[in-house]
């Protein structure tokens, strides 16, 4: 596929074709606003530009890298007896195609959203930092990948243990002494912004502003089942994050750490007056959340490409699965987040892909006008 790059008022900077995986990249001079085109005549017979837009106008910023995206999607097939039935026979293929990517990224949304539900549901903080444990999962597992030269399943694993030994530090040292200390919910929450910001900046300066990929399983060619056309690992990746998500729900209903973290988020003076070490169980939660976050940025670097801001760019959509299935409840972020990424996918069907999140948030706002608890959340009575 071609690529044309040009400056804001029409000056050419350069012309590209992309590699096997569709990837590109062009080198500018200075920040600024720039136009984007893909040669629609360059493309496969058989593909188009998802909405016909195949324009961008990215605005890079000094130091960061703009990603572009051009969504493509097949054809009408060719040779139907009637141009209706072919119409719909390609919408249909498309709505499978999009819904199949919908429970990929709803499954990895709720990997991230479940460690928030957890530490939302013993502590009550709403943790805007959690986002960059999502990233750190990510560079974690690239460092060990590329930079070592481990194979991406040993680093991925190394990567999860140390973001758990992370989790565990950050309250063992920090929002612990917080606690200790008697800050108020609303001024730790404000404090997990600043935590946020400052780990953001970090990866910056330790990572870079580009986007890079793992050194495995980044070009496998897709597969064909009925209409869904994806790469094997999409189908391993989907499997791992099910399995990781039913483990961790099953273990907080039947053992006696999951009773014990269940006790701590209903009442935590009760359950220190029964004899729980409520301190330690808070760790044991934050210890899982920041490993199963850093699964899920191994998972979407996977499914998609690595950046300092990864985990920022889905942290809006981890919100609002946790707040969709019900703030505090394993099950309620796994449902939550399906419907968002299902809805954030087959969105596109109708809106451009731009404007996939809004619609997603919309539906987070017309469910809790009628039901504020969320999906699964339970109502409470205060006085």
Do not use: C
């Not at 920040?31 to 188009?48: I, M, S």
């Amino acid at each position: 596929m071609k690529i044309v790059v040009t400056t804001e008022s029409g000056q050419p900077v350069a012309e590209v074709t992309s590699n096997a995986q569709g990837t590109w990249q062009v080198p500018v001079e200075k920040p600024g606003k720039y136009k984007v085109t893909l040669d629609a005549n360059t493309l496969p017979q058989n593909v188009a530009v998802r909405g016909g837009n195949n324009v961008r106008t990215p605005t890079v910023y000094d130091g960061n890298m703009s990603t572009v995206l051009f969504a493509l999607q097949a054809k009408g097939v060719p040779g139907q007896p009637q141009e209706e039935e072919a119409g719909q026979s390609s919408f249909w293929t498309q709505a499978a195609q999009l819904a199949f990517e919908g429970l990929n990224l709803g499954l990895i949304i709720a990997l991230a959203a479940l460690g928030l539900s957890l530490i939302y549901g013993t502590t009550g903080l709403t943790n805007f930092a959690h986002g960059e444990l999502v990233t750190l999962g990510a560079i974690l597992a690239y460092a060990f990948n590329a930079g070592v030269g481990l194979h991406l399943i040993p680093a991925a694993v190394i990567a999860v243990i140390l973001a758990g030994g992370f989790g565990y530090a950050q309250d063992r040292f920090f929002w612990g002494q917080l606690r200790k200390r008697g800050t108020g919910i609303i001024a730790m929450m404000i404090v997990s912004i600043g935590v946020a910001l400052f780990l953001r900046y970090l990866f910056l300066i330790v990572f870079g502003g580009q986007t890079e990929v793992y050194t495995q399983y980044t070009g496998q060619a897709g597969i064909q089942v009925g209409p869904i056309t994806a790469a094997p690992k999409n189908f391993v990746a989907m499997a791992i994050e099910l399995a990781v998500l039913v483990v961790v729900s099953m273990a907080l209903l039947r053992t006696r750490t999951g009773k014990a973290a269940r006790a701590v988020a209903d009442n935590p003076a009760l359950a220190s007056s029964s004899g729980i070490n409520v301190d330690r169980v808070i760790r044991i939660i934050w210890t899982m959340g920041g490993a199963i976050a850093a699964l899920a940025g191994i998972m979407l670097g996977v499914s998609q490409s690595l950046k300092f801001n990864m985990g920022q760019d889905i942290l809006l959509l981890i919100f609002a699965g946790v707040t969709l299935g019900g703030l505090g409840t394993a099950w309620g972020a796994l449902v939550g987040s399906l419907i968002v990424g299902l809805f954030i996918q087959l969105s596109t069907l109708w809106v451009p892909p731009e404007l996939k999140s809004v619609g997603a948030l919309a539906v987070l706002i017309i469910v809790l006008l009628f039901r504020p608890q969320g999906i699964l959340g339970r109502r409470e009575r205060i006085g």
